[in-house]
């Protein structure tokens, strides 16, 4: 297949199937999460990529042979048979999780559980993988202040006589943006959190740039605020470990921080979460802007 | 027959070496990211496919439900995806500038205009490059 438009589009398509049966696997939230983040954001950034570089591929190729395939399929056949209760996985640290948390956490999604108090270390380092992602593409994709300035006056928005798009979208952006703070503060209860909740208020920004423009988009959301956004999320997860600490517990132990141990749980996880949200939506913001500045530098400084 | 229960991993097989053959297989580093999207869903689903228990529910807790599938595999898959979207979101930048350096992102076009470069600066280094230009000229003459 020659065009890379057809790959990226099926590559989404692949992606939301894959959903579909992370939740037929029972994954409730790896499947939010795969079809915001796979499905979403990923076809969006490669969609932006692609404005950038040549649209079809030389169709040239190597010929590999793969032998590793048959090495591993001979290599899965001692492993445990597909949805069987006793396997090994299911018998360490996994039961203590499902039978204990209630009483521990008191926050009936496990995974959200587990994710924000049991491996909040854990958690917050993929955070900082994420802030730091953020920064290596701004880094990377970096234009210069004269050059923004330059194209700042003449970028209309590519899709800005679309009136059918932009009057329905101007009643979908206020749903998506409530739906993201849904997913936010729900997620103790149902399937969501920090990450998905991230994405999703992203990914209503981002449409919003794409209807009415890049600079009426970063009126409201200026590129200094943004980066500091990254920042601050990451800083109020470290934050409250270091509350932890100070109140007398271990870093990210959040029973220390009210009186009522599961209340601190409560607390603690509803601060973590929204730190990785802010995180999370303004890196992703950010990394759509600076890939949506490149192509506005190509389209008018040549 | 006892066979036939392992089905999961062989899907995840079969996924994982689909991406492994586009990431060898094309030049385009486009394609080389979606050959590494699609590797990284195999190893996706071998975790979770691994937490499921047949006749369980979501790990929700609830009291009409007594049987969970297992948590930790969703957790940790859950920060897999969006440390996924970060690296590709890192890849794809650079694919950019590659696009604005080389002018290409096929593979093969960026090590030949590379093994010039190399060329041309060992040849600098050993001052050949005032004589083969004199040699250029000759030839054009």
Same mark, same amino acid.
């Given at each position: 297949?020659?065009?890379?438009?057809?790959?990226?589009?099926?590559?989404?398509?692949?992606?939301?199937?894959?959903?579909?049966?992370?939740?037929?696997?029972?994954?409730?939230?790896?499947?939010?999460?795969?079809?915001?983040?796979?499905?979403?954001?990923?076809?969006?950034?490669?969609?932006?990529?692609?404005?950038?570089?040549?649209?079809?591929?030389?169709?040239?190729?190597?010929?590999?042979?793969?032998?590793?395939?048959?090495?591993?399929?001979?290599?899965?056949?001692?492993?445990?048979?597909?949805?069987?209760?006793?396997?090994?996985?299911?018998?360490?640290?996994?039961?203590?999780?499902?039978?204990?948390?209630?009483?521990?956490?008191?926050?009936?999604?496990?995974?959200?559980?587990?994710?924000?108090?049991?491996?909040?270390?854990?958690?917050?380092?993929?955070?900082?993988?994420?802030?730091?992602?953020?920064?290596?593409?701004?880094?990377?994709?970096?234009?210069?202040?004269?050059?923004?300035?330059?194209?700042?006056?003449?970028?209309?928005?590519?899709?800005?006589?679309?009136?059918?798009?932009?009057?329905?979208?101007?009643?979908?952006?206020?749903?998506?943006?409530?739906?993201?703070?849904?997913?936010?503060?729900?997620?103790?209860?149902?399937?969501?959190?920090?990450?998905?909740?991230?994405?999703?208020?992203?990914?209503?920004?981002?449409?919003?740039?794409?209807?009415?423009?890049?600079?009426?988009?970063?009126?409201?959301?200026?590129?200094?605020?943004?980066?500091?956004?990254?920042?601050?999320?990451?800083?109020?997860?470290?934050?409250?470990?270091?509350?932890?600490?100070?109140?007398?517990?271990?870093?990210?132990?959040?029973?220390?921080?009210?009186?009522?141990?599961?209340?601190?749980?409560?607390?603690?996880?509803?601060?973590?979460?929204?730190?990785?949200?802010?995180?999370?939506?303004?890196?992703?913001?950010?990394?759509?802007?600076?890939?949506?500045?490149?192509?506005?530098?190509?389209?008018?400084?040549? | 027959?006892?066979?036939?229960? #392992? $089905?999961?991993?062989?899907?995840?097989?079969? &996924?994982? =070496?689909?991406?492994?053959?586009?990431? !060898? /297989?094309?030049?385009? @580093?486009?394609?080389?990211?979606?050959?590494?999207?699609?590797?990284?869903?195999?190893?996706?689903?071998?975790?979770?496919?691994?937490?499921?228990?047949?006749?369980?529910?979501?790990?929700?807790?609830?009291?009409?439900?007594? #049987? $969970?599938?297992?948590?930790?595999?969703?957790? &940790?898959? =859950?920060?897999?995806?969006?440390?996924? !979207? /970060?690296?590709?979101? @890192?890849?794809?930048?650079?694919?950019?500038?590659?696009?604005?350096?080389?002018?290409?992102?096929?593979?093969?076009?960026?090590?030949?205009?590379?093994?010039?470069?190399?060329?041309?600066?060992?040849?600098?280094?050993?001052?050949?490059?005032?004589?083969?230009?004199?040699?250029?000229?000759? =030839?054009?003459?």
């Amino acid at each position: 297949m020659g065009d890379l438009f057809a790959v990226v589009m099926l590559s989404g398509i692949y992606s939301l199937l894959s959903a579909a049966l992370f939740l037929d696997l029972h994954a409730v939230d790896v499947a939010f999460t795969e079809a915001s983040v796979g499905a979403g954001i990923s076809t969006l950034l490669f969609l932006a990529t692609l404005k950038l570089v040549p649209r079809y591929d030389k169709k040239s190729r190597y010929k590999p042979t793969l032998a590793t395939g048959a090495l591993l399929i001979y290599g899965t056949l001692d492993m445990p048979h597909f949805g069987k209760a006793d396997a090994p996985v299911h018998e360490h640290v996994a039961p203590r999780y499902l039978n204990e948390s209630m009483e521990e956490i008191g926050v009936p999604n496990v995974v959200t559980s587990v994710l924000a108090s049991y491996r909040g270390f854990d958690t917050l380092g993929e955070t900082l993988v994420i802030f730091t992602a953020g920064i290596g593409v701004m880094s990377l994709l970096r234009i210069s202040r004269q050059a923004k300035e330059e194209s700042k006056s003449k970028t209309p928005a590519d899709m800005q006589q679309q009136v059918i798009l932009r009057v329905v979208a101007k009643m979908m952006i206020p749903l998506i943006l409530i739906f993201a703070l849904y997913v936010q503060f729900h997620g103790d209860y149902g399937p969501g959190g920090g990450f998905q909740a991230g994405v999703i208020f992203a990914a209503g920004i981002i449409l919003y740039t794409m209807l009415f423009g890049l600079s009426t988009a970063q009126k409201i959301f200026n590129r200094k605020v943004l980066e500091l956004f990254t920042a601050i999320g990451v800083f109020l997860y470290a934050s409250v470990g270091f509350a932890c600490l100070f109140m007398g517990g271990n870093f990210l132990d959040y029973s220390v921080l009210r009186h009522d141990p599961v209340h601190g749980q409560h607390l603690g996880i509803l601060l973590v979460e929204l730190g990785v949200g802010i995180t999370v939506a303004s890196v992703m913001m950010t990394i759509f802007f600076k890939f949506t500045w490149r192509t506005v530098k190509h389209k008018y400084n040549q | 027959m006892n066979i036939l229960g #392992l $089905y999961n991993y062989w899907i995840v097989v079969i &996924l994982m =070496l689909i991406g492994f053959y586009i990431v !060898i /297989a094309h030049e385009n @580093l486009v394609k080389k990211l979606v050959g590494l999207a699609i590797f990284q869903t195999s190893v996706f689903f071998l975790y979770i496919s691994m937490g499921k228990i047949t006749g369980a529910t979501a790990p929700i807790l609830d009291k009409q439900w007594q #049987l $969970y599938s297992n948590p930790l595999p969703h957790v &940790l898959i =859950l920060t897999a995806i969006v440390v996924g !979207i /970060a690296t590709t979101a @890192l890849g794809l930048s650079l694919v950019v500038r590659i696009q604005e350096a080389y002018g290409s992102i096929e593979e093969n076009d960026i090590q030949i205009q590379d093994t010039q470069d190399q060329f041309e600066c060992q040849l600098e280094a050993y001052g050949v490059q005032e004589k083969l230009t004199t040699f250029d000229q000759d =030839l054009d003459e």
